[in-house]
């Protein structure tokens, strides 16, 4: 099966579960940005939250553990 990198991001939160791509602080899936995210109300993305959110829950569907895996080492 074949996923797609959804987002690449160099910043580092401390609500931000590595292992699970988890925030802690709203207990979902991390999607900078989202609704309730420390970076919500102050950050700018390419890409907006609520379409990175349907991405992830789509890539969860087909599978995929986190988005980018498939790419790793390539
Ligand atoms: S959703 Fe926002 S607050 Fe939560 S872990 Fe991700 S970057 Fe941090």
């Not at 579960?17 to 102050?42: I, Q, S, W």
């Not at 789509?58 to 080492?73: H, I, M, V």
């Amino acid at each position: 099966m074949e996923c797609e990198a959804l987002a690449v991001s160099s910043f580092s939160c401390p609500n931000f579960e590595m292992e699970r791509d988890y925030c802690m602080r709203l207990r979902t899936d991390c999607v900078p940005g989202r609704p309730g995210c420390v970076l919500a109300k102050n950050s700018v993305f390419a890409v907006p939250a609520d379409e990175r959110i349907g991405e992830k829950e789509e890539a969860k569907r087909r599978g995929c553990a986190r988005p980018g895996d498939s790419q790793q080492g390539t």
